[in-house]
């Protein structure tokens, strides 16, 4: 009998901790599913990326095909830094659900994901869209953004995650040319109105330390040679594309400069006379384009040319 009295008492104690658990469920809504922000996406699909924000100008990347490089429509198609593109791409598919910090449009412009907050829309070879995203302030720990999706209101968390730039010059490969090392490069050679004097430098090959020679087998001071043109060349970027058009091959170029690298090929570059704003155009080979550098970075690289016009 004590028995089944205590076996009575358990089952009500069981009934009741059940009926409260239900309550607190009932508190708390219903259990919400944590996934993938963009459920499904395959960032390969991606062909078109566009980006908004209130008060700047909206700003496009988009590819042919999944093995085409990112370009920029409204640089004449000029090649896109392709890191920055894949950055993005590679955070939206990590965007997940988990950390829920609002649920509806009043809490938008607490997080700055309302009118304020910058669009991101994908889209497809169709030009269909994928998803669209809206990223807004970042967190006070500096560790994530706040992000949700267009069509949707929740807002979620999202660590890691830093700011979508919207301005073509983040978005602008703006190398004219990459070099590996010095010992990549087999030989220049440059010529023009900025230089008195034909400069050309090659390696020594029949030499074992291969050191740097004129044509006519002067040695030249490696420092020169590497700090004074190689290095200069290597920190020259470009600050924007001006023409979609190259510079006309009429033989007046300020500076023609041609690089021969190891396992590349010959590289040109032709520097033309200085613009009304102080810039120099630039065109690459064959390129369809016409970039501009600051004076300012082009100068050091001609002072180097002349120190080895005098060798």
Do not use: C
Request: net charge negative; aromatic share 6%; proline share 6%.
């Amino acid at each position: 009998m004590k028995l089944a009295r205590r076996n009575v008492v358990l089952l009500l104690a069981l009934a009741g901790l059940i009926a409260a658990d239900i309550g607190l469920r009932k508190d708390l809504g219903p259990e919400r599913a944590i996934g993938s922000l963009v459920d499904g996406l395959d960032v390969r699909t991606v062909m078109r990326l566009e980006l908004s924000k209130p008060g700047a100008e909206s700003l496009e990347v988009q590819r042919a095909n999944v093995d085409a490089p990112w370009s920029l429509p409204a640089a004449y198609g000029y090649p896109a830094f392709a890191q920055q593109v894949d950055s993005i791409l590679s955070q939206v598919a990590s965007l997940s659900t988990l950390d829920l910090v609002g649920e509806d449009t009043a809490q938008h412009d607490r997080f700055g994901v309302g009118d304020s907050g910058t669009l991101l829309v994908l889209m497809d070879e169709r030009g269909q869209t994928i998803a669209g995203l809206v990223q807004g302030a970042v967190a006070p720990d500096g560790a994530a953004t706040y992000v949700r999706r267009a069509d949707q209101n929740q807002v979620y968390r999202m660590p890691s995650t830093r700011p979508w730039p919207t301005a073509m010059a983040a978005f602008l490969d703006t190398t004219l040319v990459r070099i590996p090392s010095s010992a990549s490069v087999q030989g220049f050679r440059a010529s023009g109105q900025a230089l008195p004097v034909e400069v050309v430098v090659r390696r020594n090959r029949t030499s074992s330390v291969r050191p740097w020679v004129t044509p006519a087998e002067t040695v030249l001071s490696t420092d020169k040679v590497e700090r004074g043109v190689l290095v200069r060349l290597n920190q020259l970027f470009h600050t924007g594309v001006i023409a979609a058009e190259p510079l006309p091959e009429d033989g007046a170029d300020l500076l023609r400069f041609e690089i021969e690298l190891e396992g590349i090929g010959t590289e040109v570059l032709r520097f033309g006379e200085p613009r009304a704003d102080g810039r120099i155009p630039v065109s690459k080979g064959s390129a369809p384009w016409t970039v501009a550098v600051d004076a300012a970075a082009f100068e050091p690289l001609v002072n180097g040319l002349l120190d080895l016009a005098g060798n």
